[in-house]
């Protein structure tokens, strides 16, 4: 079975620090994405990385950025962590191609202070 | 501008009857499209996925149909079980996009005993 692991279920921040998520998956996954979940608007992509050290913007990619040095692992940077970016974050990967559904991770819920 | 939509946030069925679950999107280049659920505090479970070339697509309780006319798809779930409780997301991909899902806001489903 593919398995998306990410470090943290819950995580509390401070206000101005600099946060990372990080995501590991096994499954050899050229793709892979980082999604915030908020009530009433669904999941949201944030950036996304189709190979290593390849990254593309998603919708919402203000204050955040990324880093994928290694095929396996997408990390998710908060650069300045603000109260609106309480969320949950949801990694995901994928193979390559038509037809391929996308894994997710099991989320983190960061919570700003 | 939203591309995957659900609008009805919540629906409530009887156990044992059908729950089905609709999802309309507006980017005409989609030609994959997937229904993910989710439990709280847990992320996204792959459900069942259609192919732009196919209109029907049967995974045991589950039934996806595809209106590529009416740009409609929804998913149908009979018997409806108390643990099929959960949100439940639409998820479009377009031709070429390196795999980004665009998800719809979800719909929560209740399932009554």
């Known amino acids: 079975d593919v398995k998306v692991t990410q470090s943290s279920r819950y995580l509390v921040k401070r206000t101005g620090e600099k946060v990372f998520l990080e995501c590991v998956q096994d499954?050899?996954?050229?793709?892979m994405f980082w999604y915030r979940q908020d009530p009433g608007l669904g999941l949201r992509l944030i950036y996304f990385?189709?190979?290593?050290?390849?990254?593309e913007k998603g919708d919402i990619p203000e204050g955040y950025s990324v880093s994928r040095e290694k095929k396996e692992r997408f990390s998710l940077i908060l650069e300045s962590a603000s109260t609106n970016q309480t969320s949950m974050y949801l990694c995901?990967?994928?193979?390559?191609?038509?037809?391929?559904?996308?894994?997710f991770g099991q989320g983190t819920r960061l919570t700003v202070v | 501008d939203q591309q995957v939509k659900q609008n009805s946030p919540s629906l409530s069925v009887q156990e044992g009857r059908i729950s089905i679950l609709n999802c309309d999107y507006t980017?005409?280049?989609?030609?994959?499209f997937l229904w993910y659920k989710k439990y709280p505090a847990e992320g996204p479970t792959f459900l069942i996925s259609?192919?732009?070339?196919?209109d029907k697509n049967e995974d045991g309780r589950f039934t996806v149909f595809l209106n590529k006319s009416a740009k409609h798809l929804s998913l149908h779930i009979v018997p409806s079980q108390p643990g099929d409780s959960a949100v439940y997301f639409c998820?479009?991909?377009?031709?070429?996009?390196?795999?980004?899902?665009?998800f719809g806001k979800g719909i929560t489903l209740s399932v009554r005993p």
């Open positions: 499954m050899d996954h050229e793709n």
């Open positions: 990385s189709y190979d290593v050290k390849m990254k």
């Open positions: 998820a479009a991909r377009a031709t070429g996009a390196n795999s980004k899902l665009t």
């Open positions: 259609i192919s732009s070339i196919k």
């Open positions: 995901a990967s994928s193979l390559e191609g038509a037809g391929t559904e996308a894994f």
């Open positions: 980017n005409s280049m989609f030609d994959y």
